[in-house]
C-alpha cells in the first residue's frame, strides 16, 4: 500500500532565514566538487576580479540551510521518511555573484505537490523556491527544487 | 584555455563543451561533499541504510554531479559566466562510476545589453548512460 503525502502544503511558506557567506564555506564547497578554479579559492585572484572578491561556484546557494530550524520540518510536514527521498531536478537563476562576507535572505515556498508513477513505482513530486536576496531586498539567486517521494 | 574567459563572437553554435571526465567516484567525496552542501542524508554515505530503502546502496548526490556540469561550463566560459542552469536527475551515480559532463551551444542572442548564450548540457557514466540532462544560459563579454 503506497504512503500519501501530505498535499495540504502546497502553498506554505516557511520563514525567511539569513545566510552570511563565509570565505572557507566557498572554498571548501568548489573543493568538494574537485574544482580548483581560482576565482572561488585564490583570495588574490578574487581581488582583482571584476567582483573584487571570490565568488562562489553557481550551484553553492544549494548549500543555504536555516541554522536555526528543524532541519526535518518539510520531511514532518509531508509525512514521509528521509529514505523515500530522490533530487529530481533543479534549477539556479543567477542575477548577481555570491560573495563572501554578505549576508543574504532565503525564502522558499511550496509551489505545487503532484502524483505521477513513472517506471520505479508511484511518486510524488514536491516543487519548491527559494529566493535568496541581498540586503537591498534585490533577489540575487532564485532556486527552483523537484523532490521527488518514492511512495 | 582553462578559467580564461570566451567571448561571445568567438562562440557558434554546434561548438561543443570540453568534456570533463570525474571519477571514479569514491565514498570520500560523497562525505565531503556532504559536509560541504550541508546535505547529510545517510542514503549517499551508508550502504546498510541505502540497502534497506531499497536503493540498492549508497549513490551520489544528484547536486555534486550538477556542480559537475557547473564545473565543465565554468571551465569553458569563465567563472562568473553562468547565468542559469536547470538539470533533471536522470539516473544515478554509484560509486566507482567515471562521469563525463559536457554540452553544445544551441543558440546565442542578445537582450537588454546581455550576450547570452543557451547550452544544452548534459553528464553521463562510463556506460553511456546519462545522468544528467539540461539547459544553461551563460553571460559572455563581448570583443567590442
Not at chain 1, 70 to 87: E, F, N, P, T, Y
Not at chain 2, 26 to 35: D, E, K, S
Not at chain 2, 43 to 72: P, T
Request: include cysteine; aromatic fraction near 8%; charged fraction near 25%.
Amino acid at each position: 500500500m503506497p504512503i500519501k503525502v501530505n498535499k495540504a502544503i502546497v502553498g506554505k511558506e516557511y520563514p525567511p532565514f539569513p545566510v552570511t557567506v563565509e570565505r572557507g564555506r566557498i572554498k571548501d564547497f568548489a573543493q568538494a566538487l574537485g574544482d580548483p578554479n581560482p576565482f572561488y579559492i585564490n583570495d588574490a585572484v578574487g581581488a582583482a576580479s571584476p567582483w573584487g572578491d571570490v565568488i562562489a561556484p553557481p550551484t553553492f546557494s544549494i548549500s543555504f540551510r536555516d541554522e536555526a530550524a528543524d532541519s526535518g520540518a518539510l520531511l514532518r510536514d509531508l509525512g514521509v521518511d528521509i529514505s523515500r527521498l530522490l533530487h529530481g531536478e533543479q534549477e539556479f537563476e543567477i542575477h548577481h555573484q555570491l560573495v563572501p562576507g554578505e549576508t543574504y535572505l532565503c525564502r522558499t515556498k511550496v509551489l505545487d505537490v503532484y502524483e505521477k508513477t513513472g517506471r520505479s513505482g508511484p511518486m510524488a513530486f514536491v516543487v519548491r523556491e527559494t529566493a535568496v536576496t541581498d540586503r537591498a531586498g534585490e533577489v540575487v539567486v532564485s532556486m527552483r527544487q523537484i523532490t521527488v517521494v518514492r511512495l | 584555455m582553462k578559467y580564461g574567459r570566451i567571448y561571445f563572437e568567438d562562440v557558434q553554435v554546434g561548438d561543443m563543451l570540453p568534456p570533463l571526465v570525474k571519477g571514479p567516484l569514491q565514498q570520500i567525496q560523497l562525505t565531503r561533499y556532504a559536509g560541504a552542501s550541508l546535505d547529510f542524508n545517510p542514503i549517499h554515505q551508508d550502504e546498510e541504510f541505502a540497502r534497506a530503502a531499497g536503493m540498492g546502496g549508497v549513490f551520489a548526490h544528484g547536486m555534486l554531479s550538477m556542480g559537475w556540469v557547473g564545473q565543465a561550463l565554468t571551465d569553458w566560459a569563465g567563472a562568473g559566466s553562468v547565468r542559469r542552469l536547470g538539470v533533471r536527475f536522470a539516473a544515478l551515480v554509484r560509486l566507482k562510476d567515471i562521469v563525463t559532463c559536457t554540452g553544445r551551444v544551441i543558440s546565442k542572442s542578445e537582450k537588454d545589453d546581455l550576450r547570452l548564450v543557451d547550452v544544452e548540457v548534459w553528464a553521463e557514466n562510463q556506460k553511456g548512460d546519462k545522468v544528467v540532462t539540461g539547459k544553461a544560459t551563460l553571460v559572455l563579454p563581448s570583443r567590442a
